[in-house]
């Protein structure tokens, strides 16, 4: 239930995008590839009623999803503005933002980063937090954090020292074939039983893989992720089957609908929630909502979010079915600098929620500026 509908509504005239890079403070490897830096769309609703920010979560290539930081940009310059511009400035709410978007088919990344800016814009209009809007019930929330494939073990053990000494909360290990039960193994040995620890494998495994991935039982681990690909629901149902250790959908889950697929079809017992990913974070309480409804608990991804995606995240991951460790990790955990003035720090293992208008963040624009390899201005003004 949110409290959107009660909102004055605000006049979106036009859009900004603008197209950043940073890099990393340390390479991420996934079993789609390593990472040393990111380009990130960020997105400015101009309304009569002030700005609004989103942040569009594709990657530099299609090796995640479909959709890459040029694909975003193309489909929301050519059919996703220009059908939210339709009504030339008229009065709009936020939750309009997906029904106006929804005869063009996928591209959810790009579609969330508009939905953002615009709810974004909206609720400092009605200076009401997110939080507020969607019905967060705490005012922080744990924090895990998500580690690489390294293909040095003690390296690996030193990193991982390093983050449960910051005082993260849970561990999240990316693994592939050749780099799963090992490590994990290792990681048990040094660290004990007692870390909170889960594994995601982005894809990497087949349905012959059940026998394999239920070698990790014995570790006591607190799910594994998207061990197949994202089509292959059944097949994560058969898996399920073969694995004691519960299985948890990530690039399968795209909207409220395709979770409740999984939960029928005995896929997952544990969605992560990512609301790039479903469309916006309008669906993204949408999808929090049927889990619950069916007892399946819930825990909030991360895209290597900067502060603006990151501040809308920790209102998600503050809704009451969230009660499993997410990816909501600090800003320094990525990046060097933030381009926010009050990046997200960690705090006794927990991360709090922002509590102004919006998303609560206060943009570093000049930084911004600094690192902006492209922007342009569309709609009228
Ligand atoms: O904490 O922001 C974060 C990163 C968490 O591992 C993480 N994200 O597959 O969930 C994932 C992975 C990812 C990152 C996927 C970037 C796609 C792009």
Redo the contacts with the bound molecule.
């Keep these: 239930m949110t409290n959107l509908p009660h909102l004055e509504p605000i006049h979106v005239r036009g859009f900004e995008f603008r197209v950043i890079g940073l890099p990393l403070v340390t390479p991420f490897r ?1 079993s789609f590839g390593t990472q040393n830096d990111r380009r990130i769309l960020l997105v400015r609703a101009i309304t009569d009623e002030g700005d609004g920010w989103g942040e569009c979560v594709s ?1 530099d290539d299609p090796l ?1 999803s479909s959709e890459y930081v040029e694909s975003s940009h193309h489909v929301m310059l050519h059919h996703l503005v220009p059908r939210l511009l339709r009504n030339d400035g008229g009065p709009m709410h936020a939750t309009e933002v997906a029904r106006l978007l929804e005869p063009v088919k996928d591209h959810r990344m790009a579609k969330a980063a508009i939905e953002a800016a615009v709810l974004d814009a909206q609720l400092r209009a009605n200076d009401m937090p997110l939080s507020t809007a969607i019905g967060s019930v705490v005012d922080r929330v744990p924090s895990g954090v ?1 580690v690489g494939i390294h293909d040095d073990i003690d390296a690996l053990v030193r990193t991982i020292g390093g983050y449960l000494d910051e005082g993260y909360v849970r561990i ?1 290990l ?1 693994i592939e074939p050749g780099s799963d039960i090992e490590p994990v193994r290792v990681l048990r040995e040094t660290f004990g039983d007692a870390v909170p620890l889960q594994v ?1 494998a ?1 894809t990497a495994y087949t349905r012959d893989d059940g026998p394999h991935l239920a070698k990790l039982d014995r570790f006591g681990l607190l799910l594994i992720e998207q061990p197949l690909p994202e089509d292959d629901v059944t097949g994560h149902a058969i898996i399920a089957r073969q694995v004691g250790t519960p299985i948890c959908l ?1 690039e399968s889950i795209v909207s409220a609908h395709a979770a409740v697929d999984a939960i029928e079809r005995g896929a997952c017992s544990i969605i992560n929630i990512k609301a790039g990913r479903v469309g916006g974070y309008l669906e993204a309480v949408k999808v929090h909502d049927v889990c619950q409804e069916r007892g399946i608990p819930v825990w909030c ?5 900067t502060g603006i995606g990151r501040a809308m995240n920790l209102a998600l991951a503050a809704l009451p079915n969230f009660t499993i460790t997410g ?1 909501v ?1 600090a800003s320094e ?2 990046w060097a600098r933030d381009i926010v003035h009050d990046p997200i720090v960690l705090d006794h293992g927990h991360v709090v929620l922002r509590t102004g208008p919006g998303t609560g963040v206060d943009l570093d624009h000049p930084f911004i500026e600094s690192v902006t390899l492209s922007s342009e201005v569309v709609g009228t003004h």
């Excluded at 991804?301 to 979010?305: I, Q, S, V």
């Design positions: 996934t990657g995640y998500s999240k990316k995601d982005n990530d991804g991360g895209m290597l979010e990816d990790s955990r990525f």
